[in-house]
């Protein structure tokens, strides 16, 4: 497993104070509802985009298989951001503040629910520069068609990552597959910080052996009941 810092729970109800600055820490705190008033209209506009750039002919072939790709992406752009960036072994004194900002007030305080979901200032910087990187990358192997269903299957995949978060933080999820998804984050909060990083899906932590030997059993149909 990788190396991470372990932060110190704190229970307060009081949530962790990052900046002096009143304007500054605001932005610091966001809710469920701000992220979809955000980010749905930027999935239907992709989606109206998609309908714009693909002749109607081919529309009905090539946006479900492009959207599918860009859900799958994200799973791969969850996993590396969350083990990677947000768990970034810090090697000096600043880059260990910004690995708290980034994602260890969340490990201090992993129950407040106004730093569940990513805050815009963090998430609309990655969504350009990923979407930069899809752009050229597409347009490289002549396939630029695609940008805007496989961008619009990507940050649909980072709402329900936000949204999904959120859930298993605060929500009862008894059942089925989100019941198994709560008990897996449990995990890497309580149990295990530097592995089970996936969060809408374990699939990469299998992948990449990130998650402890004894629970690789535990993905099974007994869970899901």
């Known amino acids: 497993m990788s190396n991470t810092i372990h932060y110190q729970l704190n229970h307060s ?23 979809v008033i955000i980010w749905l209209p930027i999935i239907l506009l992709a989606l109206y ?12 072939i ?21 083990r990677f960036l ?24 992993p129950q407040l629910k106004t730093r569940l979901v990513m805050p815009p200032v963090v998430s609309l910087p990655l969504a ?26 990507t940050v649909t995949g980072y709402l329900l990552y936000d949204l999904t978060h959120y859930a298993t933080h605060h929500w009862p999820l008894r059942w089925g597959y989100l ?3 709560k008990r897996y984050h449990m995990k890497h909060h ?10 809408t ?13 004894e629970d690789r059993r535990d993905f099974s149909t007994k869970d899901l009941r």
């Open 179 to 181: 019941k198994y998804l």
């Open 128 to 153: 350009v520069i990923f979407g930069w990187v899809y752009w050229v990358v597409l347009n490289v192997l002549g396939l630029g068609y695609w940008f805007w269903p496989v961008f619009a299957g």
């Open 49 to 60: 985009l998609t309908f714009q750039t693909i002749p109607f002919g081919v529309a009905g």
């Open 190 to 199: 309580f149990k295990m910080d530097g592995a089970y990083y996936g969060v």
């Open 13 to 35: 109800d009081e949530p962790v104070r990052l900046f002096k600055s009143d304007f500054l820490e605001f932005f610091t705190h966001i809710t469920p509802l701000a992220v």
């Open 62 to 82: 090539y946006v479900p298989f492009a959207i599918v790709v860009g859900l799958f992406l994200w799973t791969l752009l969850e996993y590396t951001l969350h």
């Open 201 to 213: 899906s374990p699939m990469w932590d299998y992948v990449f052996q990130t998650i402890p030997t």
């Open 86 to 109: 947000f768990h970034m072994p810090p090697r000096t004194p600043t880059m260990e503040k910004i690995s708290f900002l980034f994602h260890g007030i969340h490990h201090v305080q």
